[in-house]
Antibody, heavy 122, light 105 residues
């Protein structure tokens, strides 16, 4: 059964780079046709799609974050990554990784990681 | 933009719950519903408007088309206390509704 788990520092200083890893287990990141996704949830708020990467390396980003965002993957490790530069307190959130299908009929997020709280503070 | 209503609902067990999601533009059938319990990641309940995801209890159902969608929980159970989100996969950016918190009285 496919499982995803976020990993990374829980505290990042303002103006620095937020870096998270999503560790995928129970299936190959290159298997099938899927997008590997980052979503965040500000404290007590709703869900915001950050962006995703296809196994062929194509990326799609939320325009609101595009200038600061990079999503990448390492197929040899079965991991994918989030890098968000020049962070501020507004980037404090729980960050989730998830999978979404590329094909019609599969374009919903499932499964999800358990989430990783990242706080931006000096 | 996806607009959910109500924001909050306090409901007695065995009551029926109806949550609506209105899209600012036609999303076709690319509308999905998620359940998020406190401290957990969301889980998909209903995909493509009305298709229950594997293992989802039959009391959960979805309907609608185009811009107006509904999630219905028939005969609410105590374990259904959660926040429910709609999500559209029709166009970028992918978006979620603001959420509806369902509390058990």
């Amino acid at each position: 059964q496919l499982q995803l788990q976020e990993s990374g520092p829980g505290l990042v200083k303002p103006s620095q780079t937020l870096s998270l890893t999503c560790i995928v287990s129970g299936g190959a990141i290159t298997s099938g046709s899927y997008y590997w996704t980052w979503i965040r949830q500000h404290p007590g708020k709703g869900l915001e799609w950050i962006g995703y990467i296809h196994q062929n390396g194509n990326t799609f980003y939320n325009a609101s974050l595009r200038s600061r965002l990079a999503i990448s993957m390492d197929t040899s490790k079965n991991h994918f990554y989030l890098n968000l530069t020049s962070v501020t307190a507004a980037d404090t959130a729980v960050y989730f990784c998830a999978r979404v299908g590329a094909a019609n009929g599969l374009k919903f997020f499932q499964p999800w990681g358990q989430g990783s709280l990242v706080t931006v503070s000096s | 933009v996806l607009t959910q209503s109500p924001d909050f609902q306090s409901v007695t067990p065995k009551e029926k719950v109806t949550i609506t999601c209105r899209a600012s533009q036609n999303v076709g059938s690319n509308l999905h519903w998620y359940q998020q319990k406190s401290g957990q990641a969301p889980k998909v309940l209903i995909k493509y408007v009305s298709q229950p995801f594997s293992g989802v209890p039959s009391r959960f159902s979805g309907s609608g088309s185009g811009t107006d969608f509904t999630l219905t929980i028939n005969s609410l159970e105590p374990e259904d206390a959660a926040t429910y989100y709609c999500h559209q996969s029709s166009s970028f950016p992918l978006t979620f509704g603001g959420g509806t918190k369902v509390e058990i009285k």
